[in-house]
């Protein structure tokens, strides 16, 4: 088994030069980097670059190759644009020479007014009220929740809620994280990024049931609406409008228990028909 990491120890990068960052070792069941923790190392890199009147508002990722869960990753900020209200940075994540992961994030100064609208939240049972997704999950996917205990699913059954007739695939999870996070609007954010990731590649699977596919994610945009705190109930109602020639896209909103609207993440993945002998997410022996 793994040594547990908690949220505090993936994103404590160390700065080893100026805009320069470094990854601990976050050991894996997994082969490859988990997608969202690349990602949310990568947003603290930028975010140490930043004036502390700006926060992210988005960000927009590809993932290039497969990260070595065993080995360390190097982050290198470019500081594209620092401007009155908005400012730009260009993350690369780089392993053993190669860069494996590449991200735009945009800040935005605080205090700026506008027009005001939101979409609704469905109307679900409260997490309360439901199980833990562990148990109604496939094995691979129940594979990948052991090494996510310090995180809370609950995954609300399709017939209770309202579909949608017109969007093919579509799952509703509760989601949080057990452990209280510190009172710091960034680290709530960074943890979303990370959080982000789980479950959605899924979604594209549920007019598929039985189908093994091999999964992956290919990249990953996210907008950051209002502020939220990670460590309270989150509501991600996801939808994948297409699924095609062995990619799948998928969509999420990310509402807080209230009902507001405060994230919202697209992700295109690979969700290629699993050859024999191949495993839906590489899986390695740790000694």
Not at 5 to 24: A, G, K, Q
Not at 44 to 52: D, F, G, L, N, S
Not at 62 to 71: A, D, M, T, V
Not at 138 to 156: G, H, I, N, Y
């Given at each position: 088994m793994t040594a547990k990491?908690?949220?505090?120890?993936?994103?404590?990068?160390?700065?080893?030069?100026?805009?320069?960052?470094?990854?601990?070792v976050i050991e894996s069941e997994l082969e490859r980097t988990f997608g969202g923790q690349v990602a949310a190392q990568a947003l603290?890199?930028?975010?140490?670059?930043?004036?502390?009147d700006k926060f992210?508002?988005?960000?927009?990722?590809?993932?290039?190759?497969?990260?070595?869960?065993?080995?360390?990753t190097v982050?290198?900020?470019?500081?594209?644009?620092?401007?009155?209200?908005?400012?730009?940075?260009?993350v690369e994540a780089i392993q053993n020479g190669e860069t494996i992961f590449s991200m735009q994030a945009s800040f935005h100064r605080s205090g700026d007014e506008g027009i005001e609208h939101s979409d609704h939240m469905r109307e679900v049972p409260r997490p309360e009220d439901l199980d833990d997704a562990r148990s109604t999950l496939?094995?691979?996917?129940?594979?990948?929740?052991?090494?996510?205990?310090?995180?809370?699913?609950?995954?609300?059954p399709p017939d209770r809620y309202e579909h949608n007739k017109y969007t093919p695939s579509q799952q509703v999870v509760w989601f949080r994280s057990k452990q209280q996070l510190p009172d710091d609007d960034t680290f709530h954010v960074c943890t979303l990024a990370y959080m982000s990731d789980m479950t959605l590649l899924q979604s594209s699977m549920v007019p598929h049931p039985g189908h093994k596919v091999q999964m992956a994610s290919l990249d990953h945009?996210?907008?950051?609406?209002?502020?939220?705190?990670?460590?309270?109930?989150?509501?991600y109602d996801q939808v994948s409008p297409s699924a095609h020639a062995g990619r799948a896209l998928t969509h999420g909103r990310i509402f807080d228990s209230a009902g507001n609207l405060v994230a919202m993440v697209t992700q295109e993945g690979l969700t290629r028909t699993l050859r024999e002998g191949r495993k839906p997410f590489p899986l390695r022996t740790l000694k």
């Open positions: 990491h908690s949220i505090s120890d993936i994103l404590d990068l160390e700065r080893i030069d100026s805009d320069i960052y470094r990854s601990p603290v890199a930028a975010t140490r670059t930043i004036e502390t992210v508002h988005s960000l927009h990722g590809y993932f290039i190759r497969p990260g070595k869960s065993n080995e360390e982050f290198l900020v470019n500081r594209m644009r620092d401007g009155n209200s908005f400012a730009t940075r260009h496939p094995p691979s996917s129940r594979a990948l929740l052991e090494e996510w205990s310090d995180w809370d699913f609950r995954m609300v945009a996210m907008w950051f609406l209002r502020p939220f705190r990670a460590d309270e109930w989150l509501l």
